[in-house]
């Protein structure tokens, strides 16, 4: 398989070459030349299995398939349900695909723990290392971190902002204790971790002496990953027929990986964005005008984004892979904050695609709802993706399945506020607050940061 750039001017990859560079070096995404073709009756039914058939086009000829089976194995052994994303039904018709068994309780582990193994690998191939660099508002570094902990080609330094996180987000970081995880509190709040972050990667000194690595939700790898659980479900609830899903999406990553599976031959009905009052995508959805807005805090913390940078790959399909043609809305976009597909392209979106924006006093209703008439506990991005569900007529026969993103433990202050049940953590993580924390704390100055990690890491 060769990857193209959407902006269409840089020269084809492999996999891994994908894989290392995230980002093309056009500012474009890497995007798969074609769409291979699923089996969309897996006769196995292991997780891991259908996870191989899956992936081994996308990953070949870089990756033979039987390197990719032990990194496959080894990735969802890390899960604490044997069928790894479970579907259990929640009433007629609706059901939920369950993705948070991973070791941070979070979607994000589905693809991140595949992906550590993946770079690993690679960077063992080519005598590498990679420094992974994240800011995070709470969850994606500690998926990042599990992805990374034991692995011998990468370190990973997360900064998060000191005292601006919840004490399981911050606690399932900085009790992990490896050699080569670093923990660093940054005085100050998000956008100044993400802004020190930049200001590492653009400093290239640095980048090129640690070799600066993102590990963000633009890596193909990623989107890739996500595909499986399309597959398994589908397989689980309508062997012979259409299914719909529902996704509480923020980047988009999650429900253009449901798109991917539907371009491989998935029978998928209906894909039905739920977004928080962060609602860039469902107001393009309605409109067919992307616009910027500022961000605004929700219950659904993981959704709160300004823009979709995941869209970018599904417009270069609808742009009729025209990479030229991308680039010129993409850069509009950035200078205009605006971009307007046109009513025929909107069409095009609007046949497969429905989206439902939930507010916070709409979410809890639901969690309240779920709880009073099945006794199950969501939390507040699985709520959003129900209540979107809920929303969108639909035909009877069709089953909706929609994608639990996090463990209901994992936001236990909103699943309490409507339910008034606070949620345990699963076993393994139940002494998670007596554990000992190891976390660095920092100023907020990209010149003491460029210090710590040279001290760090060299
Ligand atoms: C990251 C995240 C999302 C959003 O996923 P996207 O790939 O950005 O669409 C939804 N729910 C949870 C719990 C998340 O952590």
Known sequence: M?????????????????????????????????????????????????????????VSPAIPRDELRPLVEEAYATFSHADVCPVTPLEDGLHLLELFWGPTLAFKDVALQLLGRLMDRELARRDERATVLVAT???????????????????????????????VQRRQM??????????????????????????????????????????????????????????????????????????????????????????????????????????????????GVMEVEGVEPSLSPSM??????????????????????????????????RLDIGAARLDRVRATFSGVRVDDEATLFEIQRV???????????TAIGIAAARAVPSDPDVPRVVLATAHPAKFPDAVEAATGVRPLL????????????????????????ADYLRAELL
């Open 174 to 287: 900085t009790t992990v204790d490896e050699p080569n995880v670093r923990n660093v509190a940054i005085d100050g709040d998000f956008d100044t971790c993400q802004d020190l972050v930049k200001a590492a990667f653009a400093d290239t000194a640095l980048r090129d002496e640690l070799r600066l690595s993102a590990m963000n939700s633009i890596n193909w790898a990623r989107v890739m990953a996500q595909v499986v659980y399309y597959v398994t479900a589908a397989a689980a609830v309508a062997p012979d027929g259409p299914v719909s899903f529902a996704v509480p999406t923020g980047n988009f990553g999650n429900v253009l990986a449901g798109w991917v599976a539907k371009q491989g031959g998935l029978d998928v009905d209906r894909l039905i964005v739920g977004s928080n009052r962060n609602d860039i995508l469902t107001r393009w959805i309605a409109s």
């Open 426 to 449: 699963p076993e393994h993580l139940a002494d998670l607050l007596d554990r000992p924390e190891h976390l660095t704390p920092l100023a907020a100055d990209s010149a003491v940061l």
């Open 137 to 167: 508002s709470g969850d994606t570094g500690s998926a990042a971190i599990e992805a990374c902990r034991g692995r011998d080609r990468l370190d990973i330094v997360v900064l998060h902002p000191a005292g601006r996180v919840s004490d």
């Open 371 to 381: 709880h009073e008439a099945h006794g199950v506990l969501v939390d507040p991005h």
């Open 2 to 58: 060769r990857y193209l750039s959407t902006r269409g001017s840089c020269p084809p990859v492999g996999f891994d070459g994908a894989l290392i560079g995230g980002l093309a070096p056009d500012g474009g995404l890497y995007v798969p030349e074609e769409w291979p073709a699923i089996d969309v009756h897996p006769s196995v039914e292991r997780y891991t299995d259908v996870a191989v058939d899956v992936l081994a086009p996308y």
């Open 304 to 337: 709160d984004i300004q823009v979709s940078s995941n869209v970018e790959r599904y417009l270069w399909e609808l742009y009729g892979r025209n990479g030229a043609v991308v680039a010129e809305a993409m850069a509009r976009f950035r200078s205009d904050g």
